[in-house]
């Protein structure tokens, strides 16, 4: 069973920066193969996507942070990141690590970001 832990949340002021970390467990030499993404959900809000990167590190993101965040992954360490820039009070949320993997979607626990202004 895959398990994802996210790290690296918390409270930051608007135009500072966070780092998100995102550990596999369960995968094995697998994970390589997996699509990775960080979600966001907002209070009164439905989870959005905000990054995602394939097993062959083409990247998406969604409009809202293009140019300010970066996703990336490291296959070594079974590990997904999330550098977010520029971060705006809009960009509070509890950030959620995914993986798919044959169409079977694993979830981690969340990690609160907030951003004051």
């Known amino acids: 069973q895959v398990q994802l832990v996210e790290s690296g949340g918390g409270l930051v002021q608007a135009g500072g920066s966070l780092r998100l970390s995102c550990a596999a467990s369960g995968t094995g030499s697998w994970f390589s193969i997996y699509t990775m993404g960080w979600y966001r959900q907002a209070p009164g809000n439905q989870r959005e996507l905000v990054a995602a990167?394939?097993?062959?590190?083409?990247?998406d993101y969604a409009d809202s942070v293009k140019g300010r965040f970066t996703i990336s992954r490291d296959n070594a360490k079974n590990t997904v990141y999330l550098q977010m820039n520029s971060l705006k009070p809009e960009d509070t949320a509890v950030y959620y690590c995914?993986?798919?993997?044959?169409?079977?979607?694993?979830w981690g626990q969340g990690t609160q970001v907030t951003v004051s202004s």
């Open positions: 995914n993986g798919r993997s044959s169409g079977v979607d694993s």
């Open positions: 990167i394939t097993f062959g590190g083409s990247t």
